[in-house]
């Protein structure tokens, strides 16, 4: 027994500490982003924008971040109806709210997540297939993003005048398109010769579920027209945001910018997407001729969309604890 308990304990320290390394580097990364933005740009006029903000513009931003939410549950909710028996919209409404709150409160971009698989395994979706459902709707809506991103590259290269910033998007299209491709093939006659590697065996699963919601057509279909929805509210909170701020930025100059920022911010190396978004905004918004203290201001205000209202997400985590609190003791 004793012997069990300190392999156990030898290998969770190790776990531990490359917990915290990961961590470290993502704080590192943020604030090194953000200091960065800082030195170049004038912060000042920024912090101006921001406080002279128009209420009006900023309360519709959130009204379109409340559909963008709504038709986030719809896409998640038809994922779940593919591959498992499924859950209630209610309860996909409630568990979203949740991911929502801790994916932006918490330093990981996917503890929000951990926490959806976990209450959707309370819910009685058994925890392999409840974690790939999870998965899958992160995966469809970088899908979307990365065949929208395809279409536009033309125009959007054509207005970028570094080539750095051209390299990178052309990586991050070519990477997206492979994992992509990369996870509907995996389910093979080859892979499955070694699926007794628990690795090997959890991407067979997850190949197979993402096959599985490919095979029904009309939930297919409707999980990328609410996936695209959802970016096309994006687009447009940051619409409002830029009026709010005084500036006049066509939608499609915003959607050119957005849609790569996007998809940048989905790679977790900084705390919540901060510093990574705005850098790649200033960039982005500047070769398409926003100043670039207008393009941070906006951004950050993005940013406070996101994490407002935070407290309503956070009482549905509460009262979602309480009610599976009572359950147990009745």
């Excluded at 896409?75 to 859950?87: E, K, N, P, S, V």
């Excluded at 999870?134 to 536009?152: H, K, M, Q, S």
């Excluded at 010769?193 to 699963?205: M, N, Q, T």
């Excluded at 997400?313 to 359950?327: C, D, E």
Aim: aromatic share 8%; proline share 4%.
């Amino acid at each position: 027994m004793g012997d069990a308990r300190f392999a156990r304990t030898t290998v969770f320290i190790p776990e531990m500490k490359r917990d915290h390394i990961f961590l470290l580097a993502k704080i590192g990364v943020t604030v090194a982003l953000i200091y960065l933005l800082i030195d170049n740009i004038d912060a000042r006029a920024v912090t101006q924008r921001i406080a002279q903000v128009s209420l009006a513009w900023f309360a519709a931003a959130l009204v379109l971040f409340a559909a963008l939410v709504a038709f986030g549950v719809a896409r998640w909710w038809l994922i779940l109806q593919a591959a498992t028996h499924g859950l209630s919209v209610n309860v996909c409404a409630r568990l979203t709210l949740i991911g929502l709150f801790f994916n932006q409160s918490l330093p990981s971009s996917f503890g929000g997540d951990t926490l959806r698989v976990f209450y959707t395994w309370r819910e009685g979706i058994e925890p392999g297939r409840a974690f790939n459902t999870v998965i899958l709707d992160r995966v469809a809506g970088l899908v979307v993003l990365i065949v929208i991103a395809t279409a536009i590259q033309p125009f959007l290269e054509a207005r970028l005048d570094e080539p750095l910033a051209v390299a990178g998007l052309r990586l991050l299209i070519v990477a997206g398109w492979v994992g992509a491709i990369g996870l509907f093939v995996f389910d093979n006659a080859l892979t499955r010769h070694i699926e007794r590697y628990k690795v090997v065996a959890f991407a067979l699963e997850l190949s197979r579920d993402a096959r599985r919601v490919a095979r029904q057509p009309l939930t297919a279909l409707g999980v990328v027209t609410a996936a695209a929805c959802v970016h096309i509210l994006n687009v447009a909170i940051l619409w409002c945001l830029d009026r709010a701020l005084g500036g006049t930025a066509p939608y499609a100059v915003l959607f050119l910018a957005m849609i790569p920022t996007q998809i940048v911010i989905s790679i977790p190396i900084s705390i919540a997407g901060w510093g990574l978004r705005e850098q790649s905004m200033v960039i982005l918004l500047g070769s398409l001729g926003v100043a670039a203290e207008q393009a941070a201001s906006v951004s950050i205000l993005f940013g406070i969309v996101l994490h407002h209202p935070p407290h309503p997400r956070g009482l549905v985590w509460l009262a979602t604890r309480r009610r599976q609190g009572t359950g147990k003791g009745s």
